[in-house]
């Protein structure tokens, strides 16, 4: 079913990024973060987080749990941040490198909902997640496994994320994300990471293996759980990607501007408390600022102001060397033109401002409520032509094809050509979903919407998928892994 996607690769943008602002506006938004830092402050919910400003010379207020920080010092940490990581999986091959014209795509992260033609919408199961993780192998335009693809709420959250990983490690080979929610499950994920590569503790601390995401509650707050995983991870070498979530008009100021002030703020609090916990740490500047629909108080996505955000903050990452995190996201609530003209310009807006690692790019549905097999399928033919039009256009004289404009003579056309013959496979994209047909065809064939042609494909995908393989010792240690920490009870559910 999938013979005709584009082999598995590495991409490169060949495009140079956009730049909506001049690097005079791009100052102005750093000055007002370091304004925000200096005398506003921001509120760090963790003891062991305060206790490292406060060995750094911050400003540390206790009672309230506020930092502020000099601007000196804080471009002083972030400066220690690499502007390139490499991330080894467990399968060599999948090795993907974030950072400057390098980009990579992941499946939807997160939502508690599932929904498909066959049973509409609903709670997500564990079927329903290993059904995401074994398209997400299966697609070579996938290049990472976000978070949780859909919660597999029929699972204890407390032994939850055992079972996911497990799943996640079994059943694809990529490079995988844990959760920083407290001390038990990122200490349990990177042990299980370092038991599925077939690594020592210290060939593991060597280089980065995993990653994780974490957001700050905007504004101006980072909680307890994300960021004991985020130091704990960072204290091994394992990526960190800093994510403030600012939708302006709620969480954020109501101008771009400000909204972006703010994210840029929360970030590099938190990047540069991470260099101070391991000088040189792999972390990434992640943006997800959008707005609010001022109407109702919804999310909104793939909006005007997402795209110009998405670009500004690939402007901020590369001013301060740092890779950039950016998302896929809408609003729908129906796989609809709407969730695909939100996608199409999420999209745009995240790979031409630069981004390195786009989340959700592919099944987001209802701003991250649901996880739609339907649309996962959609979005990975955007993908696969987004990573087609990046490639880099070679011009030489048998591209130009004077024999073949030549040979076309009488026939008016280019479909005889020899050259036509022996090119056209090298020429083309070829879709995985797209129907070109005529009209009449089409009808006579069923006449099926794309929605509809997408519920074949994933059904297909998932009938013909082949788990990766896995050295039988390895897998045995790691069930030992999981029973063992089920029997210890796990991960605390409150913090």
Request: glycine share 6%; hydrophobic share 45%; net charge negative.
């Amino acid at each position: 079913m999938l013979d005709n996607q584009l082999d598995w690769c590495q991409p490169c943008y060949a495009d140079a990024p956009v730049t909506p602002i001049d690097e005079d506006a791009v100052q102005a938004i750093h000055d007002a973060s370091m304004t925000i830092l200096e005398n506003l402050g921001v509120l760090f919910l963790n003891d062991a987080a305060l206790s490292i400003f406060e060995s750094q010379g911050c400003q540390v207020e206790w009672d309230s749990k506020r930092v502020r920080m000099d601007r000196a010092w804080v471009m002083e940490q972030v400066a220690k941040a690499p502007s390139h990581i490499t991330v080894t999986p467990r399968n060599p091959d999948r090795t993907l490198i974030f950072g400057g014209r390098y980009f990579n795509f992941g499946q939807v992260a997160s939502p508690p909902n599932v929904m498909d033609l066959d049973q509409g919408r609903r709670i997500g199961v564990r079927a329903d997640f290993q059904n995401f993780l074994k398209l997400a192998q299966s697609y070579n335009c996938i290049h990472f496994s976000c978070g949780y693809p859909v919660e597999p709420m029929d699972l204890h959250p407390s032994i939850r994320h055992l079972d996911g990983l497990f799943d996640k490690l079994t059943l694809t080979d990529k490079v995988v994300h844990a959760y920083s929610l407290g001390t038990e499950r990122i200490e349990d994920a990177m042990e299980m990471l370092r038991i599925a590569a077939g690594l020592t503790h210290e060939a593991f601390d060597a280089q980065p293996r995993m990653f994780t995401n974490i957001n700050s509650t905007s504004p101006l707050k980072h909680d307890w759980p994300m960021l004991d995983g985020a130091m704990r991870m960072a204290a091994r070498n394992q990526m960190v990607v800093v994510s403030p979530f600012t939708l302006a008009g709620a969480m954020a100021p109501v101008t771009l501007a400000g909204a972006l002030a703010l994210q840029n703020a929360e970030g590099l609090a938190a990047i540069a408390l991470l260099q101070a916990v391991r000088a040189g740490a792999p972390v990434m500047y992640g943006a997800f600022t959008s707005n609010v629909d001022m109407k109702t108080g919804a999310p909104a996505f793939g909006t005007p102001e997402f795209v110009r955000a998405m670009q500004i903050s690939g402007q901020l990452a590369r001013f301060y060397g740092l890779p950039l995190r950016a998302s896929n996201a809408n609003a729908a609530n129906a796989l609809d033109a709407q969730a695909v003209w939100e996608s199409a310009f999420s999209l745009q807006g995240s790979c031409s401002g630069g981004a390195n690692l786009i989340y959700h790019a592919a099944g987001w549905m209802e701003g991250g409520l649901s996880a739609s097999f339907e649309k996962f399928i959609i979005d990975c033919e955007m993908l696969q032509q987004i990573i087609y039009t990046q490639r880099p256009i070679q011009v030489d004289v048998s591209t130009l094809a004077v024999d073949a404009i030549a040979e076309v003579g009488p026939h008016g056309h280019f479909f005889g050509c020899d050259h036509t013959q022996q090119r056209y496979r090298d020429a083309f994209y070829t879709p995985l979903l797209s129907d070109w047909r005529n009209y009449e065809t089409w009808l006579d064939d069923g006449g099926l919407w794309a929605h509809q042609r997408a519920t074949t494909q994933y059904k297909t995908v998932l009938e013909e998928y082949v788990e990766p393989p896995m050295d039988p010792a390895i897998r045995e240690e790691l069930v030992d892994f999981v029973d063992r920490r089920k029997a210890e009870g796990g991960a605390a559910t409150d913090f």
